[in-house]
C-alpha cells in the first residue's frame, strides 16, 4: 500500500494506493468526507441528490455525451452515498486513466446541475421512497432510524422525504454541491494496474480547478436517549410475519471499546451458532433468523437487533429479545461465547481483505471515519487482545437494556397493542399507518 504524492494548491490529496498489475485495470474512486448527516433538516436527500446530479452532465457536455465518453473508454462512473462520505468512481482500463480522471475533474469542477436532470432525479428518488413503503424489512428500517434519532443529523434519511425533495432547488443543489466536492474534504481511493506518481500526477492535472473550500465538521452533538421502551406499531394488514428491529445509539467508530464491543456483539448475535439465533430460532423455531449487530460510523453508532417472526410469535419474540438483551448486558458473554466470536472474526478477516479493492476499501473508509491509517494492519492484533473481560466491560458501559427503540411491521389489533404495551419496561406504543413517516 502506498500514498500518491499528488500535490495541489492545499498539498498532497488524501490518496489510498494498492497496486495490483494481475490485470491493465484500475478502479479509482473519489471520495468526499461528508453525507446525509449535512442536509439541512427541511432539505434532507439533498447530499444524494446533488451526487446523483453531478454525473447528469457538465458545461461542456450533455447528459447522454457524458455517458457516450465514458462508454468509449469502456469505463463506468458511479456514484455513491453513504452516511458518512460520498464517492464517484469506477473501473477503467490503465491505458485511459488520464481521459478518464479528466472527465471525472469537469464532472466535479464543472457540473451542469441543470435543473431539468435534478427532476428527474427527484422523481427516480420519490420512485425509490414509494418502492420502500413497500417493502416491510425497508420501511421498518426508515422508521427505526428515524425514532432512534428523531431531529438529530444522524436521523437523516439518505433519501429524504416526498416532502423534502420538492423543497430542493437547483440553486440548493448548486451550493451543497460547492461545500462538499473540495479538496479539504477529499480522500482518493485507487487500485489496480497503477503507480503513486503517475497516479498523483494524473490527478493534479484532473482536479486542478477544484478549489480547497473548508472541510466539513463532524462536531454533532450527541444523539438522544430513549426514556424507557418505546414500541412504534406499524399496521399492514393481512401480513403473516412481523420484522422486528430493536436497539438504539451507541458509541462511534473511533472510541477505544469498539472492537471490543463489536467481539460481544457478535457473540451475542452475529452468527448461525450465536445466542440470540439458539435462543429464537433453534430452540423455539420463532424466526427464520435472529441477529444483532454493532454499526459503527463517524461519531455515533447504532447497537440494533432483529428478527422476522410469524404473527402469531411476534409478541413473544419481542419479549425474547427484551429478556435476552437485559441478560447479555448485566452479564456480557461467557468465555467460550467470547473465544468463539473472537476466533470467527480472526477466520473471516482474510476474505475481507483478499483483494487489492476491499484493501482500499477498508482504509479509506477508517480514514474517513477518523480511525489511524494503519487500523486495518494492527486490526487481527487489537482483536486478539479483546478478552472476555474487556468484552463484558464494554458490554456493560455501553449497552442499556431499559431505554430500547423497537419498530415492528405487522397487522395490529388491539389484543396485540394490549400485549405489547404490558411487556415489562415497555412506556410507550405507538400504532401507525404502514407508510413513510
Not at 399492514?236 to 477505544?256: E, N
Not at 450465536?274 to 444483532?292: I, P, T
Not at 425474547?320 to 473472537?342: H, K, N, Y
Request: charged content about 25%; proline content about 6%.
Amino acid at each position: 500500500m502506498s500514498k500518491a504524492p499528488a500535490g495541489g494548491p492545499t498539498g498532497p490529496i488524501a490518496t489510498v494506493l494498492v497496486p495490483d498489475r494481475a490485470f491493465p485495470v484500475a478502479h479509482v474512486n473519489l471520495f468526499f468526507a461528508g453525507g446525509p448527516p449535512f442536509d439541512p433538516a427541511h432539505l434532507q436527500g439533498l447530499t444524494t441528490l446533488t451526487n446523483r446530479a453531478l454525473i447528469r452532465g457538465t458545461r461542456r457536455r450533455g447528459r447522454v455525451e457524458l455517458e457516450e465518453a465514458v462508454e468509449i473508454l469502456g469505463a463506468e462512473m458511479i456514484t455513491a452515498t453513504r452516511n458518512h462520505a460520498v464517492s464517484l468512481g469506477g473501473p477503467v482500463l490503465t491505458r485511459h486513466l488520464d481521459a478518464y480522471l479528466t472527465l471525472l475533474g469537469e464532472v466535479l469542477v464543472e457540473p451542469a446541475l441543470a435543473a431539468d436532470e435534478i427532476e428527474k432525479v427527484k422523481r427516480e428518488m420519490r420512485a425509490e421512497l414509494e418502492a420502500a413503503a413497500d417493502e416491510d424489512g425497508a420501511l421498518a428500517r426508515i422508521w427505526f432510524a428515524r425514532a432512534l434519532f428523531g431531529d438529530h443529523p444522524f436521523g437523516h434519511g439518505a433519501s429524504g422525504t416526498a416532502a423534502s425533495l420538492e423543497r430542493i432547488t437547483a440553486a440548493d443543489v448548486a451550493a451543497h454541491a460547492q461545500r462538499l466536492y473540495c479538496r479539504r474534504n477529499l480522500v482518493v481511493g485507487a487500485s489496480g494496474d497503477l503507480d503513486a506518481a503517475g497516479l498523483g500526477a494524473a490527478l493534479d492535472r484532473a482536479l486542478a480547478g477544484m478549489p480547497a473550500g473548508e472541510p466539513l465538521l463532524w462536531d454533532f452533538p450527541a444523539p438522544p436517549r430513549a426514556s424507557g421502551r418505546r414500541v412504534i406499531l406499524l399496521d399492514r394488514p393481512d401480513r403473516a410475519q412481523a420484522p422486528i428491529l430493536s436497539g438504539h445509539p451507541c458509541l462511534g467508530a473511533v472510541d477505544p471499546e469498539a472492537l471490543a464491543l463489536h467481539v460481544a456483539i457478535s457473540g451475542f448475535g452475529g452468527n448461525f451458532t450465536s445466542r440470540l439465533m439458539q435462543k429464537v430460532r433453534v430452540e423455539r423455531g420463532w424466526s427464520y433468523g435472529a441477529s444483532a449487530r454493532l454499526s459503527l460510523e463517524r461519531s455515533a453508532g447504532t447497537f440494533m437487533m432483529t428478527a422476522s417472526p410469524a404473527r402469531a410469535n411476534a409478541v413473544d419474540t419481542v419479549a425474547l429479545l427484551f429478556d435476552e438483551f437485559e441478560r447479555f448486558a448485566a452479564d456480557g458473554l461467557t468465555d467460550d461465547e467470547t473465544d468463539f466470536a473472537r476466533d470467527s472474526l480472526a477466520r473471516g478477516f482474510p476474505f475481507s481483505v483478499e483483494t487489492a479493492s476491499l484493501q482500499v476499501a477498508h482504509r479509506v473508509r477508517a480514514r474517513l471515519l477518523g480511525r489511524p491509517d494503519d487500523y486495518i494492519d494492527t486490526w487481527l492484533d487489537r482483536l486478539a487482545a479483546v478478552d472476555n473481560a474487556r468484552a463484558r466491560a464494554a458490554v456493560q458501559a455501553q449497552l442499556r437494556p431499559a431505554e430500547l427503540v423497537t419498530v415492528m411491521v405487522c397487522s395490529v389489533d388491539a389484543a396485540l397493542e394490549k400485549a405489547i404495551g404490558a411487556l415489562p419496561g415497555v412506556t410507550d406504543v405507538e400504532v401507525r399507518p404502514a407508510q413513510l413517516p
